[in-house]
């Protein structure tokens, strides 16, 4: 286990705050797939759909004005198709004898000239059969796209989205097997004529897709127990229809997943929970949110209730590190590395916040709110929505479903914890289906909303193509922005549906959606980078290049590493910086091995770390390499950081920096048309820190919050002022 030897003295944080009023130096104590497509055909223009009903502004500010709504389906409608399988025995759905024609949305829709789009399946297409290698359609999507229109139509009214609403979800159904061992499970992919395709090219796991629990079980989960809400009224029959194959899902859980609820498996040292539905948090929480969305309907239903009882407590348990510790409070999403943070399905904090308020329990509420508050900030001043930091922010592609996940957590979280203490047993969802702005009244983590307005923004501009990414007039959302700001101009399902998804989240809250259009740009950015080991200034070490960065579990930045054996040291440079600064040396802990390494910035010592990994347990790679924050930060003037080996071999990746004060400034037009500025700082220090805020000859709003997001001061500063961020907090300026 890594010797957790980052925790500060009380000199040392006395130092940094003398420090951070004048002292410089170091101081003592997605892309697309490939394959031909079919003829461009082109995505048709429809106007938004109406907004929910407002919700009360829950941050200091002027009442909101009237936000036009940014709900658009026309392009999710343009990627739907229908296909009539044939009889197949364990598959069937609804009405399937009056209705055996099925609703679904083609998985990949690649972009052509003049703005058009051809909708296309996955792998490659044999022109002789008209079949894909993976498929057209696949449940993953059908499900997800059953989510938007259940969200819209109880959001609007929309009976256009009803229909469609029970289209998919007959579509969802269809997919799940009905008898036999892997009853339950379901079916990820289907041709275009209605033939599944159980064993796709490239192989995905489990093979069969239906011979073991999976992300699209739990996806189907989501999809039934949001259905089963939204029609439980208005429709009995179909409600009771949906109930059983939620129930089915469930049992199948119970058979092949929540059997090991109570078992814990070891990760390099670490207990983690063996009850994760394919070892995933970030499964197990779609799941979730299914799980509370029906329960909250279903009271009654105790096989339901304690699957999500289990699973809830299975992706709490997955709660990792604090303000100062990598990942910084994250909710990781696989069981099977501590190194591993991705930004798909990273659905845990609102999972977490929705199953709290539910089944009265805060435990459940407290990992999403860290999450939030420290982790979020970080990825947010960091360089926004990334898709993996494994542990170093090896994957900077950004995609909606990673936006959407930021957005949906910080409602939620809000919201939770707004309704925290008068929740218990029995009480209902804060947020769902049908929520009329989230959190918004009578929320006690307001920050939050700030938060989530900071993370929406990235639809709107504020990512590193400095354009927007989703189109309002369309309804498209665009599949990804690359590391170098190329965006990636295709538009498939899953891109749709998190931005659909998105866009019905804020048109349900017109406060937060005023203050994310509002925000197209980003002015500066000082939160966490990495220095590569392998590019130290001098060593007597050695740059290991491995066969390949990707170690199963983690990956090495740069692809290689430095290696020092005992005795040996290097000196890395560092950039200048602007405040206080930790240092999180990324390394490789051997297990059983014990190893120290002495580090300096310049003659100042920051600290002696000691590196040991635990038994490796069920990860693919023995010992973990993970950062270690040191004891001592650094100050504004120091460049450089050099480490000694001690006993035995150290290996480096690399250097996480990161300022003890985070800041976030993005810009852009209010609906007035004032030009705007926001400004996000966050805290990762255990004091309080003083912080410059506001520009010359300007009047700034400030607005403090705590470490659980809650407002504890509000004042208006004339030009430059400076404030105090609380430990862990955050503070919101806006001019």
């Not at 991705?342 to 459940?364: C, E, F, I, K, Y």
């Not at 805290?683 to 003083?690: A, I, K, M, Y």
């Not at 700034?700 to 504890?712: F, P």
Request: glycine share 12%; aromatic share 6%; net charge neutral.
């Amino acid at each position: 286990m890594i010797a957790r030897n980052s925790r500060w003295t009380g000199a040392a944080l006395a130092a940094a705050l003398a420090t951070v009023l004048g002292v410089t130096g170091a101081l003592p104590a997605a892309a697309a797939p490939p394959g031909p497509g079919a003829a461009p055909t082109t995505a048709p223009s429809a106007p938004a759909a109406p907004s929910g009903a407002p919700s009360t502004p829950a941050s200091p500010s002027t009442p909101t004005p009237p936000v036009a709504p940014l709900t658009n389906l026309a392009h999710l409608d343009f990627l739907l198709d229908r296909t009539t399988p044939a009889p197949e025995a364990g598959h069937s759905t609804y009405r399937q004898d009056a209705e055996p024609t099925l609703t679904l949305p083609w998985t990949y829709a690649d972009a052509r000239d003049g703005g058009t789009f051809a909708r296309v399946g996955g792998g490659p297409l044999d022109p002789a059969t008209g079949y894909w290698g993976q498929g057209a359609y696949n449940s993953d999507d059908v499900s997800r796209a059953a989510v938007v229109y259940l969200r819209d139509w109880k959001q609007t009214g929309s009976e256009a989205s009803r229909d469609k609403a029970y289209e998919l979800l007959r579509a969802t159904a269809y997919f799940q097997t009905t008898t036999g061992d892997a009853a339950g499970n379901v079916v990820l992919w289907m041709q275009p004529d209605g033939t599944f395709n159980r064993s796709p090219v490239p192989v995905e796991l489990p093979d069969p897709s239906d011979s073991g629990n999976s992300y699209w079980l739990a996806r189907s989960i989501w999809a039934f127990g949001e259905g089963y809400a939204a029609f439980a009224q208005s429709d009995p029959g179909f409600a009771a229809f949906l109930q059983q194959r939620l129930q089915l899902g469930v049992t199948a859980l119970n058979r092949d997943t929540l059997s090991h609820y109570g078992q814990y498996d070891v990760a390099d040292g670490v207990k983690v929970p063996a009850w994760l539905i394919v070892d995933g948090a970030d499964a197990s929480s779609e799941a979730v949110l299914g799980l509370t969305a029906y329960s909250a309907v279903a009271p009654g239903d105790a096989a339901a209730r304690t699957a999500l009882t289990q699973l809830a407590e299975g992706v709490a348990a997955m709660s990792s590190g604090d303000g100062q510790t990598w990942p910084y409070g994250a909710v990781l999403p696989w069981a099977k590395s501590r190194s591993m943070w991705h930004a798909w399905s990273s659905q845990m904090p609102v999972a977490l916040a929705r199953a709290s308020t539910l089944l009265g329990r805060p435990d459940l509420l407290k990992p999403a709110v860290l999450d939030q508050t420290s982790f979020t900030t970080t990825l947010l001043t960091a360089s926004g929505p990334d898709n993996a930091w494994y542990p170093t922010p090896v994957d900077q592609t950004q995609i909606a479903y990673g936006a959407d996940s930021r957005l949906q957590s910080a409602l939620a979280v809000a919201s939770a914890s707004g309704s925290a203490q008068g929740s218990g047993p029995g009480a209902g969802p804060a947020s769902g289906p049908g929520a009329k702005g989230p959190g918004a009244k009578g929320a006690t983590a307001p920050g939050l909303r700030r938060i989530a307005a900071v993370a929406a923004s990235w639809y709107f501009g504020t990512n590193r193509s400095g354009t927007p990414v989703y189109d309002r007039a369309t309804g498209v959302t665009y599949d990804g922005v690359q590391a170098d700001g190329t965006v990636n101009r295709n538009s498939g399902a899953e891109s749709t549906i998190h931005g659909l998804l998105s866009m019905i989240a804020l048109d349900g809250a017109p406060d937060v959606s005023a203050q994310a259009q509002g925000l197209t740009s980003v002015t500066s950015r000082d939160g966490l980078t990495v220095v590569e080991a392998e590019t130290a200034s001098t060593t007597t070490g050695t740059v290991v290049t491995p066969d390949s960065a990707w170690t199963g579990e983690s990956q090495y930045g740069g692809g290689a590493a430095l290696r020092l054996e005992p005795g040996q040291s290097a000196t890395i440079t560092v950039p200048a910086g602007s405040g206080l600064r930790h240092v999180e040396p990324v390394l490789l802990a051997a297990e059983g091995v014990r190893s120290t390494s002495v580090w300096k910035a310049g003659r100042v010592p920051l600290g002696t770390l000691t590196t040991q990994a635990g038994a490796q347990g069920v990860t693919a790679a023995s010992g973990a390499l993970l950062p270690q924050t040191l004891p001592v930060p650094i100050g504004v003037g120091a460049t450089s950081i050099t480490v000694t080996a001690g006993r035995n071999a150290t290996v480096v990746d690399g250097l996480i920096v990161r300022p003890l004060v985070q800041r976030l400034v993005l810009a852009g037009t209010a609906a007035d048309g004032r030009a705007t500025t926001t400004e996000l700082l966050s805290s990762t220090s255990r004091l309080p820190l003083p912080a410059s805020v506001g520009v010359r000859g300007s009047r700034s709003s400030v607005s403090s919050y705590d470490a659980q997001g809650r407002l504890v001061q509000q004042r208006d500063v004339q030009g430059r002022s400076v404030i105090v961020v609380k430990p862990g907090g955050f503070a919101v300026l806006t001019r």
